[in-house]
């Protein structure tokens, strides 16, 4: 059995693999107490894009300056898309390891692949092995895969010279059960050592590697604390004591956790890698963790919109990471605004009842109902608001770009107009709210700023909140009543955010008065929707 502890290389997504020496020096005395047989200390790259640590590269003049317990093999992951996309794959490998292995504290190189790489990243072995390192190739995304597809995958590997086949639960959406079928897959073409990478999505990661183990997989990766991107990965600590007890040798766990106490866990704190709902979620259908992981990451996401964009996931599918459809608000306005529809023509000289997502709504909705029947508001739902009686709702207001399209199916259900910057959403977008009924008011995103025109507005970000601001300021409504807009814990940085934007329009040309009617937060004039019915 082969214990590989990835903890550097694959928490290094956290922190950018900026490790400090006092971690690493530790981290390596107790990896050896613990019975660690191979640290996998980082990558080892070219891509130079933005600032990383040295762990993003792991070359040989760093690891000359690091103190090596004797017990530990080293090793470095290697992404294949480095080698199959350059022109050269050879000389690629010479750039990554100058030295041959004999001269190198390097003994050990995985090429981590996705199935449509492998085929082209597998002549590399040869020269690793020329090289006198030993290979192996982690093998990302199987557990969707045809057992027949793992089988032939597996029989292409045994015509090189790997010293480990690897296969990773990429989502993290195996079971016991399922990691034993696909172990038997790989066994049916590869006779070779076989290992696994498993995900704890699902709070299964050590009870699959220890199926696995039981079933003829003996090299296992592990990380302290799991830590490792999204919900990360099967816990050293956990996965050094079994091992331990099958082997029948006692091992030193006390550095181990005293490193955790003294520098993983406050890690952890800070960055919060770990399991939840989100991440369990994920795993079951399929969908790729560094989807949550960002959105957890980013104020703009609150619980509702994850979950939204979960559903939406679930139902177009999310196996591949695609940052841009997270990053949308960034990106989808620009250019020039534009939009086709007047807010004064229904607006103007009348007071608007915006409704939040918060639960204030629901909380007073009988109050609510009472004023809209006794002055007649104009009333606006931010988003998808469900916690009124959807008769009261004259008008509905969404452009956050993921979440519109994660309620795009509730908005064809409901039966307001919509206000949205429709002219400028991209084509998917359009195509699934064909057929609703659209008030197409445009919208610039500029930092700390805010405009309004006849046809289109500029706001400081793409929260509903700022652009629901800004359509009833275009359309020129003579007051603001605010219900649901309850705000965030104040040690929730949501809450700041938010409040600024509040701030930012309060201090803005043409602001018009916002009063809070129900629980808020923010920094807003308040009244009591009880004492405007009594």
């Known amino acids: 059995m082969e214990l590989l502890d990835c903890t550097l290389r694959d928490g290094g997504y956290y922190n950018a693999w900026d490790f400090p020496r006092e971690l690493v020096d530790d981290y390596l005395s107790a990896m050896a107490s613990a019975g660690v047989d191979v640290v996998e200390l980082g990558f080892r790259s070219l891509k130079n894009e933005s600032f990383q640590g040295p762990y993003a590269f792991t070359t040989d003049h760093h690891l000359d300056g690091l103190v090596i317990p004797e017990a530990l093999t080293l090793g470095v992951m290697v992404n294949a898309a480095e080698l199959v996309n350059s022109r050269n794959q050879q000389r690629t490998l010479e750039r990554l390891f100058p030295r041959s292995a004999a001269e190198s504290r390097v003994d050990l190189v995985r090429v981590a692949c996705h199935i449509h790489e492998f085929s082209e990243a597998l002549p590399a072995a040869y020269w690793l092995q020329k090289q006198g390192y030993r290979v192996g190739f982690n093998l990302m995304q199987v557990a969707d895969r045809d057992i027949t597809e793992i089988t032939n995958l597996a029989k292409l ?155 939406h996931l679930r139902e177009e599918g999310g196996k591949k990471f695609n940052l841009s459809t997270l990053d949308a608000a960034r990106h989808f306005y620009q250019g020039p605004p534009s939009g086709s529809w007047r807010p004064v023509n229904w607006i103007e000289g009348r007071e608007v009842m ?138 929730d940085p949501r809450n700041e955010e938010m409040n600024q934007v509040v701030k930012s329009y309060l201090v803005s040309e043409s602001a018009i008065p916002l009063v809070a009617i129900t629980p808020t937060r923010y920094d807003l004039e308040r009244q009591s929707i009880y004492g405007l019915i009594s």
């Not at 890690?267 to 979620?281: D, F, K």
Request: proline share 5%; charged share 20%; hydrophobic share 40%.
């Open 157 to 311: 590997a045994s015509d090189y010279p790997l010293d480990v086949l690897y296969f990773a639960d990429s989502m993290g959406s195996m079971t016991p059960e399922h990691t034993v079928r696909i172990v038997q897959a790989f066994k049916e073409g590869w006779s070779g050592p076989l290992g696994v990478h498993a995900h704890d999505n699902m709070g299964l990661a050590l009870q699959n590697t220890l199926a696995a183990l039981e079933h003829g997989v003996s090299w296992m990766d592990a990380t302290v604390t799991g830590m490792g991107r999204g919900p990360g990965n099967t816990r050293t600590e956990e996965l050094a004591f079994e091992v331990g007890e099958r082997e029948g040798k006692r091992s030193n766990l006390i550095p181990l956790m005293s490193s955790i106490r003294r520098h993983f866990q406050p890690l952890r704190q800070y960055y919060g890698w770990g399991t939840n709902l989100y991440y369990y979620l994920a795993g079951k259908y399929a969908i790729h963790p560094t989807y949550i992981q960002e959105m957890l990451g980013d104020s703009r996401y609150d619980d509702e919109d994850i979950f939204s964009v979960i559903h």
């Open 354 to 491: 915006l409704l939040g997502t918060g639960p204030g709504v629901a909380r007073h909705q009988e109050a609510l109902k009472r004023y809209v029947e006794l002055y007649e508001p104009l009333v606006i739902a931010l988003n998808a608001q469900n916690s009124i009686d959807e008769k009261l709702i004259d008008l509905r207001v969404a452009c956050h770009p993921v979440r519109l399209l994660a309620d795009c199916d509730a908005h064809m259900q409901l039966s307001q107009p919509l206000i949205t910057p429709y002219s400028m959403l991209p084509e998917e977008v359009k195509s699934e709210l064909e057929g609703k009924q659209i008030l197409d008011f445009g919208l610039n995103v500029q930092p700390a700023k805010f405009e309004f025109h006849e046809t289109y507005c500029t706001t400081p970000t793409s929260l509903v909140m700022a652009y629901a601001f800004a359509v009833v300021t275009s359309g020129k409504s003579r007051r603001v009543l605010m219900a649901g807009f309850d705000g965030y814990p104040s040690e």
